[in-house]
């Protein structure tokens, strides 16, 4: 590239992130510096701060820049109400139908032999240790329809027995479906009609 090492340094970082491309990172590198004031230097400042104060929620494990997320401060959330996510992504897409209005836990991925994903590796202890002392009246496990996420959804519910009613998500999710993908619609209408694990 042309633009002198810190710039190419910048474009280089700026293609690792999902979506963008050489070319796509060059261009918003470009913006950025014909732009400084309106949109580099507010840019920067705002990636610093988050750099500085984000971390995980101690509760759900959703990204927060405080020890528990908005969601799990919020005291008009259903309480007995849990939503288990495979990912942060996979929580902000359910919030955006604004639908559901119970409290998450955000696994951090699903068991997989194939990549060494082990249940220790994952969340669930925490997750188990929170249903029964949460007192939970319904846990909704809300993973991604594919192979790995079905095995971990049953992984789950044997470790969980009793402990709470167990419900998956119900039509609109398509088989091989990830969560992060799907409309505010289908997503409304998967937590509707969803039915027991």
Known sequence: ???????????????????????????????????????????AKAMAEVEATVRECAICGNITTHQFCDICRNPKRDQHLLCVVESVADLWAMERGAYFKGRYFVLGGVLSALDGVTPESLRIPKLVEQVIEGEMAEVILALNATMDGQTTAHYIADQLGSAAN?????????????????DDGTITAALSARKAF
């Open 1 to 43: 590239m042309a633009g002198g090492s810190e710039v190419d340094r910048l474009i280089e970082l700026m293609a690792k992130l999902p979506g963008l491309g050489p070319v796509s990172a060059q261009r918003a590198v470009l913006v950025m510096i014909r732009k400084k004031a309106q949109i580099m230097a507010p840019l």
């Open 166 to 182: 167990l419900t998956s998500l119900a039509q609109g999710v398509p088989i091989g479906g990830e969560l992060n993908y799907l």
